[in-house]
């Protein structure tokens, strides 16, 4: 019967192969949650910090935006340049689902190239600007077409609501409303504002889903500024000047108005102009202040300082006379003449800067002599900066004493061989007219904070250049030179008016010489002439047709002068004597 049987393991066996494998498995797990516990602390303490940020970049994105520049006011606080709410255009590429129809809506809403918004929406960045400070009507029409992926974020718009007014002044901003040029140039620390971060909030999708902001850095309250002009004076500057550019299609025109006490300037006008709400859209040289950047031979409106010097020296007096070589007068070999082709005889120093006479300025300058001469042209403030407070002035120039010759001193004594920009002319007339004291010019009058002044900008001297004697004699020349002389075309019905008439001839460099064809007329005065509360300057650049500066440019100042004596409530002559005679 012996059937096999079946061998069964011991039982010892078996229990000892299941306790092998628990202690294996049991090792696997401890092993398996050391390393996840390590994982976590790894992922939970050590990198903590760089996952937050990696999760905040993925959940929110961060934006500086400009805030709160400073106002600017004209000296009776009306609003030359402020700020008006307006929203800038961004995208987040990853979000836009149709990139060509979002190429096409965007270039065809904002008036921008299709290329270069293609290139902007294909970023791989999560925040690209499209275009900043877009105006409502834009907006509206991106917000009604919902493009996915295009957002809209709130900014200051810097905007000028005088438009052109003082703009060669004033200035303009850029893109993140930093000054580039005038005020908003020279006081960008003052007016910058503040900058805020604003922090935009995404869900799991990407989609905007909360705005936040906080000042970056310290918080600074808005600081704006009062400047001596005047906006309606600056009015009347601009209106007369650009009808006489126009009138003889010059190239140019410059006219200033100024407190020739305080050195307060209530205007100054430029033209051709540029409104600075659209600078971009002007050719650059518009943007230039060419009162204080362009530096001209001034001609014949030189001639009182050299009538200052010579009295003041005691050289000569108003009515010693001078030959003027009946019309041609020979300098080193080269032949000068009268303008207009006049023949003078014998003429008074009153005589010889009423008429205009060339040759006569010769005659004095030569018996003041080089050196005293050019003691009181640097004294005058001529080859130096006036120190106002506007981006780019230039200095002017003229050759050093020991460069002069007999010619240089000939050609200086009418007006050229020196160069000078309008407002180092006004500033030096300003001298003879306050009674003898150069001062510096200024376009500031006040720094502002919540409405209260922080800082005032006085008046300041800056030396005293010839006697009050001298001033009130040269006085009388200039007034002669209105009443009798080439400047009759400025006389304001009422007033006595000081000033000076100019015709220069402009230097040509290519050939060498001075032009036939191009000239710089001008007119620099003030009134009343013996209690100056104006003085305006001149200057049309290269009129066409008639280029005197008796016919061009005193005109111009009869007309700013007339409408600024009034405005400013200066009494004429008829009604002091009512006030007299009332009294």
């Given at each position: 019967?012996?059937?096999?049987?079946?061998?069964?393991?011991?039982?010892?066996?078996?229990?000892?192969?299941?306790?092998?494998?628990?202690?294996?498995?049991?090792?696997?797990?401890?092993?398996?949650?050391?390393?996840?516990?390590?994982?976590?602390?790894?992922?939970?303490?050590?990198?903590?910090?760089?996952?937050?940020?990696?999760?905040?970049?993925?959940?929110?994105?961060?934006?500086?935006?400009?805030?709160?520049?400073?106002?600017?006011?004209?000296?009776?606080?009306?609003?030359?340049?402020?700020?008006?709410?307006?929203?800038?255009?961004?995208?987040?590429?990853?979000?836009?689902?149709?990139?060509?129809?979002?190429?096409?809506?965007?270039?065809?809403?904002?008036?921008?190239?299709?290329?270069?918004?293609?290139?902007?929406?294909?970023?791989?960045?999560?925040?690209?600007?499209?275009?900043?400070?877009?105006?409502?009507?834009?907006?509206?029409?991106?917000?009604?077409?919902?493009?996915?992926?295009?957002?809209?974020?709130?900014?200051?718009?810097?905007?000028?609501?005088?438009?052109?007014?003082?703009?060669?002044?004033?200035?303009?901003?850029?893109?993140?409303?930093?000054?580039?040029?005038?005020?908003?140039?020279?006081?960008?620390?003052?007016?910058?504002?503040?900058?805020?971060?604003?922090?935009?909030?995404?869900?799991?999708?990407?989609?905007?889903?909360?705005?936040?902001?906080?000042?970056?850095?310290?918080?600074?309250?808005?600081?704006?500024?009062?400047?001596?002009?005047?906006?309606?004076?600056?009015?009347?500057?601009?209106?007369?000047?650009?009808?006489?550019?126009?009138?003889?299609?010059?190239?140019?025109?410059?006219?200033?108005?100024?407190?020739?006490?305080?050195?307060?300037?209530?205007?100054?006008?430029?033209?051709?102009?540029?409104?600075?709400?659209?600078?971009?859209?002007?050719?650059?040289?518009?943007?230039?202040?060419?009162?204080?950047?362009?530096?001209?031979?001034?001609?014949?409106i030189f001639k009182p300082i050299l009538a200052a010097a010579v009295i003041d020296a005691g050289v000569a007096r108003p009515h010693d006379i001078f030959f003027c070589e009946n019309g041609e007068f020979d300098i080193g070999g080269k032949k000068i003449g009268e303008a207009a082709n006049h023949?003078?005889?014998?003429?008074?120093?009153?005589?010889?800067?009423?008429?205009?006479?060339?040759?006569?300025?010769?005659?004095?300058?030569?018996?003041?002599?080089?050196?005293?001469?050019?003691?009181?042209?640097?004294?005058?403030?001529?080859?130096?900066?006036?120190?106002?407070?506007?981006?780019?002035?230039?200095?002017?120039?003229?050759?050093?004493?020991?460069?002069?010759?007999?010619?240089?001193?000939?050609?200086?004594?009418?007006?050229?061989?020196?160069?000078?920009?309008?407002?180092?002319?006004?500033?030096?007339?300003?001298?003879?007219?306050?009674?003898?004291?150069?001062?510096?010019?200024?376009?500031?009058?006040?720094?502002?904070?919540?409405?209260?002044?922080?800082?005032?900008?006085?008046?300041?001297?800056?030396?005293?250049?010839?006697?009050?004697?001298?001033?009130?004699?040269?006085?009388?020349?200039?007034?002669?030179?209105?009443?009798?002389?080439?400047?009759?075309?400025?006389?304001?019905?009422?007033?006595?008016?000081?000033?000076?008439?100019?015709?220069?001839?402009?230097?040509?460099?290519?050939?060498?010489?001075?032009?036939?064809?191009?000239?710089?007329?001008?007119?620099?005065?003030?009134?009343?002439?013996?209690?100056?509360?104006?003085?305006?300057?001149?200057?049309?650049?290269?009129?066409?047709?008639?280029?005197?500066?008796?016919?061009?440019?005193?005109?111009?100042?009869?007309?700013?002068?007339?409408?600024?004596?009034?405005?400013?409530?200066?009494?004429?002559?008829?009604?002091?004597?009512?006030?007299?005679?009332?009294?």
């Amino acid at each position: 019967m012996g059937r096999n049987k079946e061998k069964i393991p011991s039982v010892s066996v078996s229990r000892g192969s299941l306790k092998a494998r628990l202690i294996l498995v049991s090792v696997l797990f401890a092993l398996f949650g050391s390393g996840l516990i390590g994982r976590l602390f790894f992922l939970q303490v050590v990198k903590h910090e760089d996952l937050i940020s990696r999760s905040m970049q993925q959940h929110q994105m961060t934006v500086n935006v400009n805030y709160g520049r400073g106002f600017i006011y004209d000296r009776n606080m009306n609003e030359l340049a402020a700020n008006i709410k307006v929203e800038s255009v961004y995208v987040t590429p990853q979000e836009i689902k149709d990139k060509k129809k979002t190429t096409l809506l965007l270039a065809k809403a904002l008036k921008m190239d299709e290329k270069l918004i293609f290139k902007k929406i294909s970023s791989r960045r999560s925040f690209v600007w499209i275009k900043r400070r877009v105006s409502p009507a834009k907006i509206a029409r991106l917000r009604r077409d919902s493009p996915s992926g295009v957002n809209f974020i709130s900014e200051d718009k810097r905007f000028f609501p005088k438009r052109e007014l003082a703009s060669g002044v004033i200035g303009f901003t850029g893109i993140d409303n930093q000054g580039l040029a005038g005020i908003e140039h020279q006081y960008d620390a003052t007016l910058k504002g503040n900058v805020v971060k604003t922090v935009m909030k995404k869900d799991a999708r990407g989609k905007l889903v909360q705005f936040s902001g906080k000042v970056n850095g310290e918080v600074t309250e808005n600081q704006g500024m009062i400047l001596a002009i005047d906006e309606v004076i600056q009015f009347f500057a601009e209106h007369h000047l650009n009808k006489q550019v126009k009138k003889y299609q010059a190239k140019s025109g410059v006219a200033i108005v100024m407190n020739p006490n305080t050195g307060e300037v209530y205007a100054v006008a430029n033209m051709p102009q540029y409104n600075p709400n659209n600078y971009s859209a002007y050719n650059p040289k518009r943007w230039i202040n060419g009162a204080v950047s362009n530096a001209y031979e001034p001609g014949s409106i030189f001639k009182p300082i050299l009538a200052a010097a010579v009295i003041d020296a005691g050289v000569a007096r108003p009515h010693d006379i001078f030959f003027c070589e009946n019309g041609e007068f020979d300098i080193g070999g080269k032949k000068i003449g009268e303008a207009a082709n006049h023949k003078f005889g014998w003429l008074t120093l009153r005589d010889v800067i009423s008429k205009s006479s060339n040759i006569g300025s010769i005659k004095v300058a030569q018996q003041l002599g080089k050196r005293s001469f050019y003691s009181y042209i640097k004294k005058f403030g001529f080859g130096q900066k006036t120190g106002v407070a506007l981006p780019g002035e230039a200095a002017g120039r003229f050759k050093e004493l020991a460069a002069w010759d007999e010619r240089s001193l000939a050609s200086i004594s009418f007006g050229h061989e020196i160069s000078a920009t309008p407002l180092q002319m006004i500033s030096a007339v300003s001298a003879i007219a306050n009674g003898g004291t150069l001062m510096v010019p200024r376009v500031t009058h006040a720094i502002i904070k919540n409405g209260s002044v922080t800082k005032r900008f006085k008046p300041k001297a800056v030396r005293r250049v010839v006697s009050i004697q001298t001033s009130r004699q040269v006085v009388e020349i200039m007034k002669h030179s209105v009443e009798t002389g080439t400047g009759g075309e400025a006389a304001i019905k009422g007033y006595e008016v000081a000033g000076k008439t100019g015709t220069a001839q402009k230097y040509d460099r290519e050939t060498g010489g001075y032009s036939t064809t191009a000239y710089v007329s001008s007119f620099v005065g003030f009134v009343p002439a013996h209690s100056a509360k104006i003085a305006i300057l001149v200057m049309i650049n290269e009129p066409k047709g008639v280029h005197w500066g008796g016919s061009v440019a005193a005109p111009v100042f009869k007309n700013i002068g007339r409408e600024t004596l009034r405005y400013l409530n200066v009494p004429s002559n008829d009604q002091r004597v009512y006030i007299l005679d009332r009294a």
